[in-house]
């Protein structure tokens, strides 16, 4: 079982960065997958961001070349940096894990990040 607490969300400004934070409880974080998920209001949850337990990435495109996933194994913890910041990044940001890629398991209970134009 495996337990994520989300933090860094909030009300930001168009262009700017923002780094959001996901820490996971137990021993055997290096085993997992790790990946972000959003919900925007009045949309279904879609896919940001990911990266294997060997440190392979992978993006949305709507967030390539803007986000980067990265995780730090000793913290037991997994960062999404959001950077260029757009209106339409406005949503509830999700941490998830499981055991490859793809295919998550476990939710966290998100954390609100709204963008200002």
């Known amino acids: 079982q495996v337990q994520l607490v989300e933090s860094g969300g909030g009300l930001v400004q168009a262009g700017g960065s923002l780094r959001l934070s996901c820490e996971a409880s137990?021993?055997?974080?290096?085993?997992?997958?790790m990946g972000w998920f959003r919900q925007a209001p009045g949309k279904e949850r879609e896919f940001v961001a990911g990266a294997s337990r060997t440190g392979t990435s992978s993006y949305a495109d709507s967030v390539k070349g803007r986000f980067t996933i990265s995780r730090d194994n000793a913290k037991n913890t997994v960062y999404l940096q959001m950077n260029t910041r757009k209106p339409e990044d406005t949503a509830v940001y999700y941490c998830?894990?499981?055991?490859?890629?793809?295919?998550?398991?476990?939710w966290g209970q998100g954390t609100q990040v709204t963008v200002s134009s």
């Open positions: 998830v894990a499981g055991g490859t890629l793809g295919m998550y398991d476990y």
């Open positions: 137990g021993r055997t974080f290096s085993t997992y997958a």
